[in-house]
């Protein structure tokens, strides 16, 4: 103990300066250019073995894990430094920035630094999240927002300088970038003869492979381009090379040679870096801005087998709107002026109500991260919101995956459900799946939606029927779409039939909660499979078929208490559900009973509820409540879907928790929704990264009555834009 305290303490003098504060929290992995399933670059923190968390010396990485290279320096009157990334140049690490303060909002993470007393630096990351403006939405791309003003009142001459290397092209690929057989090529867009005033590095893998991101097993993409750029000024300079030159030439002269380096060659053959300077001049108390923008443009972003029952390319949304690469990152570019951060005040506000300060650090950090899961495509009539299961497996549209992260895209805009359940429907209702169960996902291997045509895939039979069903009536109500349930009646009932037979006593099989293997008779699966029966009739009521609702709720009902008598234990000394009904020593976060809430059926009664919430108190851990009895693993959504239906000081008790793991764990990688209740590390020995579920964070906020969140963010979003 001793001894790593007095570690502490010279880390801390070695460093000379403060520590950063961060605010709300320190988060495991700060999101810098968190957009797509691609474009996912974040600074890992961790908080083992040191501070951990500061922007100058770490290289941002992809999700994965490997380093998407991105430099920062400054020149303060003569004098160079490090603000971004850690590069060493021609064996000299120039000194890095004090970094002061760190603080992220829903699509900010602000860095604030000092530069020897002399200039002062905020360094802004965004990346927009516009779920009710679809084509805004549609940009694949993140802002890096630099602005530098003294620190003394005196004036400094100052030269500001970023690059991003070609890693971003196969991003977090280490070993890959060794194979000749994967060379890159690049190119600038000509700076001055400008496209509108904006200059751009353009940069992309000389074998484009459309649809492939697994020919190196590594996550990135294999096609479209990347672009890095700023505003074409006077005082800007540009050059692509070899990092060490590109640097070196900035360090020598505050500038760049305005040359292009045109060898198409490996990632790691002398490390091609695109690079842009500024001469900023005399800088005083007035700050001055540079802009960034970093954009990846895909034409076409997914294969699908839909509707017609032939695999067609599926385009990005954005090209509807845009007819070439270089309209699109000049319209981003020119946007910044409209990001004026009015959905993070929304959601701040609304995270506030629902919950209090600790669970707005919960969903503000889990906001980029849900959309960066799933990506618009097809065309303006046609819109489809395809979803990535990051980190797990890579699957394509997996039902049990989009189930969770509804709550995110039910209070901030309805719609994007139904674009992501389509492709669902179009391939079941084209005949495409031949099993009575709804299908667990639309493809094994993002961005192919290719579908499981002879019936196989992962099975989870009841847990993604009744997942269909319930997301398809939560989206329905929240837009008022009668038409949507109708549409889609037939396979519902097929699918509900299923559950009249297996929900109540459910065979050994998984939940969504695989990692945890086949179990029988799972209690909270079965009361998924009977909410949705319930949820049946609703959807049979809406549509006009009143013998079928009549059918279903009294099935439902019937159901519901068979299964409590299975389901409840009262042997214990505080009663609770079991995690299955043959083991009264048992117990698990009974998270589905949350649809029962979110659609207003009233099926399940109130005392479950409450029996629930002054259970769970009685076995949380250090780091969170255990997702069930097996062991110390807990699942973040599912304990927000828990907390959001429990008493307040309940739901106090789960934020803080949550709360605390963010603090504390030593784990690096984006936002893990798996964790351990105990060691605050990951959970059950796997790697969840990045997932598109941490939008399930925003369960509460989405029970506010017809969708008050959503409705805010529009109107926040029509004032700032239309202003
Ligand atoms: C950085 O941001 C803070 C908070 O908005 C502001 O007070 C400060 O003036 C900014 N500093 C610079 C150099 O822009
Ligand atoms: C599942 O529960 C039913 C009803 O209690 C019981 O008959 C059956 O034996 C259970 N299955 C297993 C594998 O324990």
């Given at each position: 103990?001793?001894?790593?305290?007095?570690?502490?303490?010279?880390?801390?003098?070695?460093?000379?300066?403060?520590?950063?504060?961060?605010?709300p929290?320190?988060?495991?992995?700060?999101?810098?250019?968190?957009?797509?399933?691609?474009?996912?670059?974040?600074?890992?923190?961790g908080?083992?073995?040191?501070?951990?968390?500061?922007?100058?010396?770490?290289?941002?990485?992809?999700?994965?894990?490997?380093?998407?290279g991105?430099?920062?320096?400054?020149?303060?009157?003569?004098?160079?430094?490090?603000?971004?990334g850690?590069?060493?140049?021609?064996?000299?690490?120039?000194?890095n920035?004090?970094?002061?303060s760190?603080?992220?909002?829903?699509?900010?993470?602000?860095?604030?630094?000092?530069?020897?007393?002399?200039?002062?630096?905020?360094?802004?990351?965004?990346?927009?999240?516009?779920?009710t403006?679809?084509?805004?939405?549609s940009?694949?791309?993140?802002?890096l927002?630099?602005t530098?003003?003294?620190?003394?009142?005196?004036s400094?001459?100052v030269q500001?300088y970023?690059d991003?290397?070609?890693?971003?092209?196969?991003?977090?690929?280490?070993?890959?970038?060794?194979?000749?057989?994967?060379?890159?090529?690049?190119?600038?867009?000509?700076?001055?003869?400008?496209?509108?005033?904006?200059a751009s590095?353009?940069?992309?893998l000389?074998?484009?492979?459309?649809?492939?991101?697994?020919?190196?097993?590594?996550?990135?993409?294999?096609?479209?381009?990347?672009?890095?750029?700023t505003?074409?000024?006077?005082?800007?300079?540009?050059?692509?090379?070899?990092?060490?030159?590109?640097?070196?030439?900035?360090?020598?002269?505050?500038?760049?040679?305005?040359?292009?380096?045109?060898?198409?060659?490996?990632?790691?053959?002398?490390?091609?870096?695109?690079?842009l300077?500024?001469?900023?001049?005399?800088?005083?108390?007035?700050?001055?801005?540079?802009?960034?923008?970093i954009?990846?443009a895909q034409?076409?972003a997914?294969?699908?087998?839909?509707?017609?029952?032939k695999?067609?390319?599926?385009?990005?949304?954005?090209?509807?709107?845009f007819?070439?690469?270089?309209?699109?990152?000049?319209?981003?570019?020119?946007?910044?002026?409209?990001?004026?951060?009015?959905?993070?005040?929304?959601?701040?506000h609304?995270?506030?109500?629902?919950?209090?300060?600790?669970?707005?650090t919960?969903?503000?950090?889990?906001?980029?991260?849900?959309?960066?899961g799933?990506?618009?495509?097809?065309?303006?009539?046609?819109?489809?919101?395809?979803?990535?299961?990051?980190?797990?497996?890579?699957?394509?549209q997996?039902?049990?995956v989009?189930?969770?992260?509804i709550?995110i895209?039910l209070?901030?805009?309805?719609?994007?459900?139904k674009?992501?359940?389509?492709?669902?429907?179009?391939?079941?209702?084209?005949?495409?799946?031949?099993?009575?169960?709804?299908?667990?996902?639309?493809?094994?291997h993002?961005?192919?939606?290719?579908?499981?045509?002879?019936?196989?895939?992962e099975?989870?039979?009841?847990?993604?029927?009744?997942?269909?069903?319930?997301?398809?009536?939560?989206?329905?109500?929240?837009?008022?779409d009668?038409?949507?349930?109708?549409?889609?009646?037939?396979?519902?009932?097929q699918?509900?039939?299923?559950?009249?037979?297996?929900?109540?006593?459910?065979?050994?099989?998984?939940?969504?909660?695989d990692?945890q293997?086949r179990?029988?008779?799972?209690?909270?699966?079965?009361?998924?499979?009977i909410?949705?029966?319930?949820?049946?009739?609703?959807?049979?009521?809406?549509?006009?078929?009143?013998?079928?609702?009549?059918?279903?709720?009294n099935?439902?009902h019937d159901?519901?208490?068979?299964?409590?008598k299975?389901?409840?234990?009262?042997?214990?000394?505080l009663?609770?559900?079991n995690?299955?009904?043959?083991?009264?020593?048992s117990?698990?976060?009974?998270?589905?009973?949350?649809?029962?809430?979110?659609?207003?059926?009233?099926?399940v009664?109130?005392?479950?509820?409450?029996?629930?919430?002054?259970?769970?108190?009685t076995?949380?851990?250090?780091?969170?409540?255990?997702?069930?009895?097996?062991?110390?693993?807990?699942?973040?959504?599912w304990q927000?879907?828990?907390?959001?239906?429990?008493?307040?000081s309940?739901?106090?008790?789960?934020n803080?928790?949550?709360?605390?793991?963010?603090?504390?764990?030593?784990?690096?990688g984006?936002f893990?929704?798996?964790?351990?209740?105990?060691?605050?590390?990951?959970?059950?020995?796997?790697?969840f990264?990045?997932?598109?579920?941490?939008?399930?964070?925003?369960?509460?906020?989405?029970?506010?009555?017809?969708?008050?969140?959503?409705?805010?963010?529009?109107?926040?979003?029509?004032?700032?834009?239309?202003?």
């Open positions: 103990m001793k001894y790593h305290l007095l570690v502490v303490t010279l880390g801390a003098l070695a460093c000379g300066a403060l520590a950063s504060t961060f605010t929290a320190r988060p495991p992995a700060i999101p810098l250019a968190v957009k797509s399933p691609y474009l996912s670059s974040w600074l890992p923190v908080k083992d073995g040191g501070a951990g968390g500061t922007l100058a010396g770490t290289w941002p990485q992809f999700w994965v894990g490997g380093n998407t991105w430099t920062g320096l400054i020149k303060v009157d003569g004098k160079s430094y490090t603000w971004m850690n590069p060493r140049i021609n064996n000299v690490f120039p000194p920035v004090d970094q002061i760190f603080e992220y909002t829903s699509t900010r993470s602000t860095f604030m630094m000092n530069v020897e007393n002399k200039i002062l630096m905020n360094v802004t990351f965004v990346s927009p999240t516009t779920p403006d679809l084509r805004r939405q940009v694949i791309g993140s802002y927002e630099v530098v003003a003294s620190a003394d009142r005196q400094h001459n500001l970023t991003t290397s070609a890693e971003w092209a196969a991003a977090g690929n280490g070993n890959k970038l060794a194979q000749a057989s994967n060379p890159l090529s690049f190119i600038s867009v000509p700076c001055f003869s400008n496209q509108n005033g904006i590095h353009r940069f992309w000389q074998q484009q492979s459309e649809f492939n991101q697994d020919v190196d097993g590594n996550d990135d993409a294999d096609w479209g381009y990347w672009y890095y750029s505003a074409a000024t006077a005082s800007m300079t540009y050059e692509s090379g070899t990092d060490q030159n590109v640097r070196q030439h900035f360090l020598s002269t505050g500038k760049l040679q305005n040359t292009e380096d045109t060898n198409y060659r490996a990632i790691n053959n002398d490390w091609p870096v695109f690079g300077a500024n001469d900023l001049g005399n800088v005083g108390d007035d700050g001055i801005t540079t802009l960034y923008t954009v990846h034409q076409n997914i294969s699908f087998n839909g509707a017609g029952g695999t067609v390319s599926v385009p990005s949304l954005w090209t509807s709107y007819r070439s690469d270089a309209d699109l990152v000049n319209f981003f570019h020119n946007d910044y002026v409209n990001e004026v951060g009015a959905v993070d005040h929304a959601i701040a609304d995270a506030l109500a629902a919950g209090g300060q600790d669970y707005l919960i969903t503000s950090l889990s906001v980029r991260q849900a959309f960066a799933v990506q618009l495509c097809g065309t303006i009539d046609k819109p489809y919101l395809f979803l990535k299961e990051i980190s797990s497996d890579g699957n394509l997996t039902v049990d989009l189930f969770p992260s709550p895209f209070y901030a805009n309805p719609i994007l459900i674009y992501m359940l389509d492709p669902l429907y179009e391939n079941q209702e084209a005949g495409l799946f031949p099993q009575k169960y709804s299908i667990h996902d639309l493809g094994s993002y961005p192919q939606a290719t579908g499981h045509p002879s019936g196989d895939g099975e989870m039979p009841v847990e993604e029927c009744g997942n269909m069903i319930i997301s398809t009536l939560a989206y329905a109500q929240r837009a008022a009668k038409s949507y349930l109708s549409q889609h009646y037939p396979l519902m009932q699918w509900t039939e299923f559950l009249v037979t297996d929900a109540l006593i459910p065979d050994n099989q998984l939940s969504t909660d990692f293997g179990l029988a008779n799972q209690t909270n699966l079965a009361l998924k499979g909410i949705a029966i319930e949820a049946m009739s609703v959807i049979a009521k809406l549509v006009g078929k009143d013998a079928d609702a009549t059918k279903y709720t099935i439902a159901y519901i208490n068979k299964w409590q299975l389901a409840v234990v009262t042997t214990a000394k009663p609770h559900t995690l299955d009904y043959q083991d009264s020593n117990h698990g976060l009974l998270y589905n009973l949350y649809a029962d809430k979110l659609l207003g059926l009233n099926l009664p109130q005392s479950i509820y409450d029996m629930q919430s002054e259970f769970y108190p076995i949380a851990q250090e780091y969170g409540v255990p997702l069930d009895s097996r062991n110390t693993a807990t699942k973040t959504d927000m879907w828990a907390s959001a239906i429990s008493s307040p309940t739901q106090t008790m789960f803080s928790l949550l709360v605390k793991w963010i603090n504390a764990t030593p784990t690096k984006p893990s929704d798996l964790i351990d209740v105990v060691t605050s590390g990951y959970g059950g020995g796997q790697q990264r990045a997932r598109p579920v941490v939008g399930g964070h925003f369960a509460a906020m989405a029970l506010a009555p017809t969708s008050a969140g959503a409705k805010r963010v529009v109107e926040a979003q029509g004032r700032a834009w239309n202003a």
